[in-house]
């Protein structure tokens, strides 16, 4: 427990670092190409986020369904698994860079699919100019991702969680330089040339490419020499390819769905909160998430996949039970200080108070799923660490179904102020659904999950989280509220964010000494170990 101790906090302190540079650079992003109502910022977005959704479906969900668990076998074998990584990664270079070649090439196509129908000429054109220098970043993502899960595969977990720092690092440079050079509040379309493209996309992509040149220069420390090598029979691949099959189908539906909204909410592009304010909004939610979750959940499953291979599935409950209780209990804390912070928390993203007001429902939204995507995360992986894809394939299809249900529902019955809000809780809501039909599939699979412990201490958690809550709010209260100082301006924002967010983490621990939660001692006990180590 310790070793997992110390790898979640090395996890867990990049990626807090990555996620406040990251904040910092789309505070500076937004600073020049807007948010709220922002058509330049719709339409770069959309381009910027086509090499992640792209990624997402030829690459993400199949390294981590089947990469991590392939690569702890193939650790066992004597030469330390050097020829199948070998063969796997010249074999991923390859696709990489032909699907790169082509989505680049599709660029129009892309554009034209995702952008609704009442934008301008001009912002389809611009849109599609982005799209020309993002649509790279793709291969550079997938090396990222390939290099960063064989690390974690061999319990290297650092690296992957710090690269991107580099990546914030060196966009802030490029969009400063951006505002130097061409000056601030370029949200008219008109006003873009094709030098203030390639400086803002070119510097996206450039952030994403030494992101992955990070993780290169630390394979050293896994002993591994990899060379090109195109002999891929006889490694498992053919098994690998029907595992991946699902996830690659289960991740096209969520990408389906992820399209639907884009297309709907753009709808409302210029005229109130549309794809800009919902990404930004969504940054906000993954922080908690990036920083605890996957700071917890990504040693658990390396350990979970070793106890699955060993057929100890009492181990593998462990593993369960352990992971959802520590990750819930600072999601929780987490969840309900953004709730009370949500106009301060999204004042940092856009350049007015009335726009944070106005945008403030859409993290509200999101934020009722953050708990449910929490212990999805923990289910899922259990279920890969078992080599089982295709379970998760057809939870994931009801999901998607109902984000995409509600989305239309959202776009039919609210105005447009209201749409981004009413689509992001309908996902919120698709993904607790989710999670009561993937815990069922999984108790069945294992023959119990330790469901009625885990659920207690997550109801202990929001129990505690009620008192915390309303001392947030008398906080805020007194600050002013929507009118006082923390809705002021971008930084006070941010100040008046981890103010609340203080005042709701201490009442939140005096809460839980009081009710004596079990669980508050393998957490005082990490955080005590490091701090030791300190």
Not at 21 to 28: A, D, E, K, N, Q
Not at 206 to 211: E, S, V
Not at 236 to 249: E, P, Q, S, V
């Amino acid at each position: 427990m310790s070793g997992l101790g110390r790898a979640s906090v090395v996890l867990g302190a990049g990626t807090l670092v990555s996620r406040i540079t990251g904040l910092i650079r789309s505070i500076v992003l937004v600073g020049v190409i807007g948010s709220q109502a922002s058509r330049v910022g719709d339409a770069f977005m959309i381009a910027n986020q086509l090499p992640n959704s792209i990624y997402a479906i030829i690459s993400a969900g199949v390294l981590t369904a089947v990469i991590v668990p392939q690569i702890v076998r193939e650790s066992a074998r004597e030469d330390g698994g050097r020829r199948f990584l070998s063969a796997l990664f010249t074999a991923s270079t390859v696709m990489l860079v032909v699907v790169t070649l082509i989505a680049t090439l599709c660029a129009p196509l892309l554009i034209s699919v995702i952008a609704s129908s009442t934008w301008t000429p001009e912002q389809h054109a611009l849109a599609t100019a982005f799209a020309y220098w993002c649509l790279p970043q793709l291969l550079f993502y997938g090396l990222y991702a390939l290099l960063g899960e064989a690390l974690n595969a061999r319990r290297i977990f650092g690296p992957f969680t710090w690269a991107p720092v580099v990546n914030n690092i060196v966009s802030i440079v490029g969009f400063v330089a951006l505002m130097v050079v061409f000056g601030t509040d370029l949200t008219d379309v008109s006003q873009w040339t094709p030098e203030m493209i390639a400086l803002l996309g070119g510097t996206a992509t450039a952030g994403i490419a030494l992101q992955a040149l990070v993780l290169v220069l630390f394979w050293r420390r896994t002993g591994l020499r990899i060379r090109p090598d195109f002999h891929w029979r006889g490694l498992g691949f053919r098994m690998m390819a029907r595992l991946a099959g699902w996830t690659a189908l289960m991740v096209i539906v969520s990408e389906i769905a992820g399209l639907v909204q884009t297309r709907l909410v753009t709808e409302a592009s210029g005229t109130g909160s549309s794809v800009a304010v919902m990404q930004n909004a969504w940054l906000v939610l993954m922080l908690p998430y990036s920083v605890i979750v996957l700071s917890i959940g990504t040693p658990y499953f390396t350990q979970l996949s070793e106890h699955a291979s060993r057929g100890d599935t009492a181990a593998v409950r462990g593993d369960i039970l352990g992971s959802i209780r520590l990750m819930g209990l600072f999601v929780v804390a987490a969840a309900v200080a953004l709730v009370v912070a949500a106009v301060p928390a999204t004042r940092v993203f856009v350049n007015s108070t009335g726009d944070a007001v106005g945008a403030a429902p859409v993290l509200l939204a999101y934020l009722v799923g953050l708990v449910p995507l929490g212990v999805i995360f923990i289910i899922q992986r259990t279920f890969y660490a078992y080599d089982d894809t295709r379970t998760p394939f057809l939870f994931t299809v009801l999901q998607g179904a109902l984000v995409v249900g509600t989305a239309w529902i959202a776009s039919a019955t609210l105005p447009p102020e209201h749409l981004a809000a009413g689509i992001a809780l309908g996902q919120s809501l698709a993904s607790l659904t989710q999670l009561v039909v993937a815990a069922l599939l999984l108790h069945r699979r294992i023959g119990g999950i330790h469901a009625a412990q885990w659920l207690v201490s997550l109801g202990r958690y929001v129990l505690a989280a009620i008192p915390a809550a309303i001392v947030g709010w008398l906080v805020y209260t007194w600050s002013g509220g929507d009118a006082g100082w923390m809705a002021a301006e971008k930084i006070n924002g941010a100040a008046g964010a981890a103010v609340i967010g203080a005042a709701v983490g201490v009442v939140y621990l005096g809460a839980l000494l009081a009710l004596r939660a079990p669980e508050l001692g393998p957490a005082i006990a990490v955080v005590r170990r490091v701090l030791l180590r300190r």
